[in-house]
């Protein structure tokens, strides 16, 4: 078989200079020939994808973190050609939701076995994604997070802590088949994979190979509930928080108040107050780990489930508590003004 490593010589935080020889090492010579291409500017590994795909090239190899594997992928969609993923980015979050080992050794070694199945993705406005798409918040820390210098968790981590309890969240209304609700939201997320990156599980249950989206609004908070937010986040459990709604669909249509910022996989990009979301079921071909769309690798576990339930539990207590001082307020307003008549 022939395979092509399309490697981005500055994408993440990992040295590349190393990798040629590691795949010289690691990958089997019985079952494949290969080829290695850098890439030179933005966009450029979509095209060598197309171009490998024209030609024949049995699999396309995207050597870096999400975004140049969202570009090897747009090029390789409703192709023959099988995408293949060596994770040397900040957050990985496809090749973690693949179960693809950062370890670049066991990364090949997926490669060897060489099993393959046809997945989903999806499109925002046309534009291609294979992780996650999304609105608000976590688009405006894209945004920021792509114009820092810095990359890497601990970055994203700072940036949110800065700008998060300042952010004013925005109403959406959205839309799906027969149905419209109208939402205040901090963010509006569209995922056809599990987690954003770095083990943050956005929605715990997507899948894929389902034919859907899960589509995850969480509602305002305050500071008393980012505890629990930031554990759900990072405890798989983040479905069962009373601060998010969810619910998968096929096609949305998502109307907000202004023009802004939109991520998909990771990568900003300026978009109008209409977007359109929609699932292309069994798209792309995918080099994927056996254990890669076994749900209960995301299914939290019994610690995990109690702590998130007392977590609940607390922020419940605590909005109710918050809910009947403003009343007690708003009733001493009331008695002081017929008092003082």
Known sequence: MKVLFVMNP????????????????????????????????????????????????????????????????????HTTTALSVIPCGSGNGLARHLSIPVNIKKSISILNKCQIHELDYCTINEHPFFCTCGMGFDAFISQKFASSKRRGPLKYIEEVLREG?????????????????????YLVTCANASQYGNNAYIAPQASMSDGFLDVIIMEPFGFMDAAQVSFDLMNKTLDKSSKVKTFKSKHVVI??????????????????????????????????????????????????????????????????????????????KRLWRRLNK
């Open 255 to 332: 109307h907000r108040q202004h023009p802004g910022p939109v991520h998909f996989d990771g990568d900003p990009l300026i978009m109008g107050t209409d977007l359109e979301v929609a699932v292309i079921e069994h798209g792309i071909r995918v080099v994927c780990n056996e254990e890669a769309e076994d749900a209960s690798r995301r299914e939290p576990n019994a610690i995990q489930n109690a702590v998130s339930e007392l977590l609940n539990d607390i922020s419940d207590v605590h909005s109710s508590i918050r809910h009947q001082r403003r009343n007690m307020m708003a009733f001493n």
């Open 10 to 77: 500055i994408s993440g935080a990992v040295k590349k200079s190393g990798i040629p020889k590691l795949i010289d090492q690691h990958i089997d010579k019985d079952r494949f020939e290969y080829n290695i291409r850098y890439t030179e500017r933005a966009g450029h590994a979509e095209i060598i994808a197309r171009e490998a795909a024209e030609a024949g090239i049995d699999i396309v190899v995207a050597v870096g973190g999400d975004g140049t594997i969202n570009e090897v992928g747009r090029g390789l969609i």
């Open 165 to 185: 309890l300042n952010y004013e969240p925005e109403i959406y209304q959205i839309e799906d088949e027969g149905s419209r609700h109208r939402y205040q939201a």
